[in-house]
């Protein structure tokens, strides 16, 4: 049995563009090494964002040295689900890909809590055209 999502299915890619995940495989699997849980794939917005920065966690500002491009509104990326959480609190929560998110954020975060800001992502941005 592989890695499972929220939703009790097989865990679905969060993103390649840039490429996302703790182990940067594009999926936000997790192990022993993960220690801040980077579970949650979330579609990023720029209230998230300015959100993040305020609290010490810039993922706007490129960082060539770390291979890390800076994130845009619309990138899917996987988050900590504390950090996630802490947003959903102070009334920032970013979007969240519930087949890309990773079971093991339920032990931060309530799934009731992911459900009310899940969104559907097509795999393309082919798919928002319309």
Do not use: K
């Not at 995940?21 to 209230?47: L, N, Q």
């Not at 300015?50 to 960082?63: F, K």
């Not at 990138?75 to 959903?88: E, F, K, Q, S, Y």
């Amino acid at each position: 049995m592989g890695d499972r999502n929220v939703l009790g299915g097989a865990l679905e890619p969060c993103g390649t563009d840039p490429v996302t995940g703790f182990y940067r495989d594009g999926c936000c699997t997790t192990g022993p090494e993960d220690r801040g849980s980077h579970t949650i794939c979330a579609v990023v917005t720029a209230e998230f964002l300015a959100h993040q920065r305020r609290i010490g966690n810039d993922l706007s500002t490129p960082q060539p040295q770390h291979g890390f491009p800076g994130l845009m509104p619309g990138d899917r990326w996987c988050v900590t689900a504390g950090n996630w959480l802490r947003a959903h609190r102070d009334g920032f929560a970013a979007h969240v890909v519930l087949a890309s998110t990773h079971e093991r954020a339920l032990a931060i975060v309530p799934l009731a809590i992911l459900q009310e800001h899940s969104v559907d992502v097509p795999a393309s941005p082919a798919g928002l055209e319309g």
